[in-house]
Nanobody
Framework: QVQLVESGGGLVQAGGSLRLSCAASGGLFGRNSMGWYRQAPGEQRELVAS???????NYADSVKGRFTISRDSAKNTVYLQMNSLKPDDTAVYYC???????????WGQGTQVTVSS
């Protein structure tokens, strides 16, 4: 069973930066993608950024040019560098790891990001 542990959330002023980390443990092997999603109060969970096993990335339009996803495969850890934060970025941010070939899908517990105006 894979466990995903997020860290790095917090309170920041608009225009500031945060870096989220998500460490995966559990011993599964194989091709997998990792990504970040967020959910604001009263809203649906949405994709923020993802990275496939081959390194290709995908970003929500709202964060392009401000957020960067990266991955350390040796540490089985994914990061989200968030710059130029806006109050609209306030949400709980969740890490996800998917083993598409094996049908496994894991989520972290979430970390709160609050951006004050």
């Amino acid at each position: 069973q894979v466990q995903l542990v997020e860290s790095g959330g917090g309170l920041v002023q608009a225009g500031g930066s945060l870096r989220l980390s998500c460490a995966a443990s559990g011993g599964l092997f194989g091709r997998n993608s990792m990504g970040w999603y967020r959910q604001a109060p009263g809203e649906q969970r949405e994709l923020v950024a993802s990275m496939a096993s081959g390194g290709s990335t995908n970003y929500a339009d709202s964060v392009k040019g401000r957020f960067t996803i990266s991955r350390d495969s040796a540490k089985n850890t994914v990061y989200l560098q968030m710059n130029s934060l806006k109050p609209d970025d306030t949400a709980v941010y969740y890490c996800r790891q998917r083993y598409e070939d094996r049908g496994y899908d894991f989520w972290g517990q979430g970390t709160q990001v609050t951006v004050s105006s």
